[in-house]
């Protein structure tokens, strides 16, 4: 390998996957995000089969899985979407059962 950049990422890569702990991180990133997509794609399909005002609904569960919108304040989520704080407070508890479950 004649690029610097290159080699040195390959033996950082290398390097990373030599370690045990680092593989398992990634493995659990990987079976997060595929989880994550999972559930996307499952809120999107009972959004089109409820119709429009399930698809808010839908887009409440995507947000309060979604690793970049998941800790955003009710609120927040609320005034995101048009609902009430209410609605995203139950929703919000309805998947920490879901997931524990």
Known sequence: MTNPALKAAMESLEAISADKEAREIARLREKAQHHWASEIHGARQEGKAEGKADTTLA?????????????????????????????????????DVKIRG
């Open 59 to 95: 887009n409440l569960r995507a947000m309060l899985i979604s690793p970049a919108t998941r800790d955003l304040a009710n609120e927040v989520i609320a005034g995101v979407l048009g609902v009430e704080v209410n609605l995203v407070v139950t929703e919000r508890h309805n998947l």
